[in-house]
């Protein structure tokens, strides 16, 4: 299950580099319990129906956990991942959440993922998001 995290180890350890120098990590915990928790109500409500319960995917659309969705992002920002979401999620009516609201759904995806849970929630604002890293595997020494 976890083999995906050591077929991108080599992808990782450069996405590491660059998350130094942005400064922060997925790996630091960016997103709160709270936050989380209230993302798996959203998450129900507005895509589970294509994405599956399970995040796992339909036949409707893609998963939404595991290996290769986290490879489509890896080496993106959180930033670059709220900005798909918001602007065309849910398909069938883009634009319909709050900005909360998809940000506490993306604390609900990165738990899902594995990703640490930390004090402070996802922040709402994309420019913010955008200096969080995703890399597939923690950094060494960046992950804190
Ligand atoms: C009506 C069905 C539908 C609903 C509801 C829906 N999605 Fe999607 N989603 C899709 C389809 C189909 C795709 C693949 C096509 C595309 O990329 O646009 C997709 C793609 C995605 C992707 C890109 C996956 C990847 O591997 O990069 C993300 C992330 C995503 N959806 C998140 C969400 C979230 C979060 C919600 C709830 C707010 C949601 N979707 C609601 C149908 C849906």
């Not at 790996?27 to 589970?48: F, K, L």
């Not at 909360?100 to 993922?113: F, I, P």
Request: charged share 20%; net charge negative; glycine share 12%.
């Amino acid at each position: 299950m976890r083999n995906w995290i050591i077929g991108l180890a080599a992808i990782a350890a450069a996405g590491g580099a660059s998350a130094e120098m942005a400064g922060s990590s997925i790996w630091q915990g960016v997103y709160s319990a709270d936050q989380a928790e209230r993302g798996a109500t959203v998450y129900a409500a507005r895509c589970a129906a294509c994405h599956g319960a399970a995040l796992n995917g339909t036949g409707e659309a893609p998963g939404l956990v595991g290996g290769e969705f986290v490879s489509h992002w890896d080496t993106l920002t959180v930033g670059d991942l709220f900005d798909r979401v918001r602007t065309t999620m849910p398909q069938n009516a883009p634009q319909t959440l709050t900005r909360d609201e998809y940000a506490d759904v993306l604390a609900y995806m990165l738990k899902y993922n594995g990703f640490p849970q930390g004090e402070k929630p996802l922040d709402r604002r994309s420019e913010v998001l955008a200096l969080i890293s995703i890399t597939a595997q923690k950094p060494e020494g960046g992950g804190k």
